[in-house]
């Protein structure tokens, strides 16, 4: 029997290798940004901007992260181009061993807006459980749990309105994941959409995925939407994606490390049943994406 893979953090999670392959590396909405450094004194720097092709907009932030890992605890602080301040303080393994805390703030100075979100997290070899207060919107508390056992995994969510007092959403999702391969079942909203994936490693240099969601509430009329995609390592530093939806929509991406700490991807997205449409040329994108780490 194959060995088991880690518990994942999330029931979302489950299926992760397939939404990777079918949904990393390809930047084709626009040009994107991001350098990160470090500090010796364990402070992380991060600034990140994209520029969007349809809107022309760009959209920022700029992000840093204090790590004290003798006492668990990392402190992150974020200022968007939007003006909104994000806040985020984590402290793992000092009440228990498997037991995180996560406050999550957020504020807009302009309108006053704010959020904010306070999660315990509880994980051992074979469960992971997490727990979500919405404080400012509800209030809402959230549930979810991963098991896991010689490969399979089994996964739920619930959220309960306490103003309400009623269930306001559940998911559930069920896989099998092994070195080579993983499938994942999700059952989505409430049950209304049903989403199935497989990911299988061919060999050291090839990886081949593929995924179809079915919504209830769009029968009989809606279809199944379809994607299917493929990842070919060049070398140790470039590799290059593919992927084709049942809408006919072809993307292509080109990933390459320049050096260490500097990787660039390219991006291209081609509706192939408008390809002799001189009206379609906002049907076809480009985008780039550059990082820099050090």
């Given amino acids: 029997m194959s060995l088991p893979q880690p518990v994942p953090p999330s029931w979302k999670d489950l299926g992760k290798s397939s939404n990777d392959l079918l949904g990393k590396d390809f930047p084709f909405q626009g040009v994107s940004l991001e350098v990160k450094t470090l500090t010796p004194s364990n402070v992380a720097f991060k600034v990140g901007g994209t520029r969007d092709t349809k809107s022309n907009l760009i959209a920022g932030d700029i ?13 992150t602080q974020t200022w968007t181009t939007s003006n909104i301040l994000k806040t985020q303080i984590e402290l793992e393994n000092q009440i228990a061993k498997g037991v995180k805390l996560d406050l999550q703030t957020a504020l807009t100075p302009d309108t006053g807006a704010k959020s904010a979100l306070f999660t315990t997290t509880y994980k051992q070899p074979g469960l992971h459980t997490r727990a979500f207060l919405d404080v400012f919107k509800g209030p809402t ?12 995994l089994l996964g739920a969510e619930a959220s309960y309105n306490v103003t309400e007092g009623k269930i306001s959403k559940y998911a559930t999702a069920i896989g099998y994941s092994a070195p080579e391969y993983a499938v994942t079942l999700h059952g989505l909203g409430n049950l209304t959409t049903f989403a199935a994936s497989y990911y299988h490693r061919v060999s050291a240099d090839v990886e081949a995925g593929a995924k179809a969601v079915y919504d209830t509430r769009a029968a009989p009329s809606g279809n199944v939407a379809l ?58 994108k480009l985008g780039a994406s550059f990082t820099f780490e050090g």
């Fill in 141 to 152: 508390f959230t549930a979810d749990a991963v098991l896991g056992r010689d490969g399979f």
């Fill in 227 to 284: 994607e299917v995609g493929a990842k070919v390592y060049l070398d140790n530093a470039a590799a290059v994606k593919a992927k084709i939806n049942n809408s006919g929509v072809l993307a292509l991406g080109y990933t390459q490390s320049l050096r260490p700490g500097v990787k660039a991807s390219f991006g291209l997205a081609l509706d192939t049943q408008r390809l002799n449409d001189p009206s379609a040329q906002g049907a076809h």
């Fill in 63 to 75: 992000e840093a992260k204090f790590f004290n890992k003798a006492h668990g605890l990392v402190f």
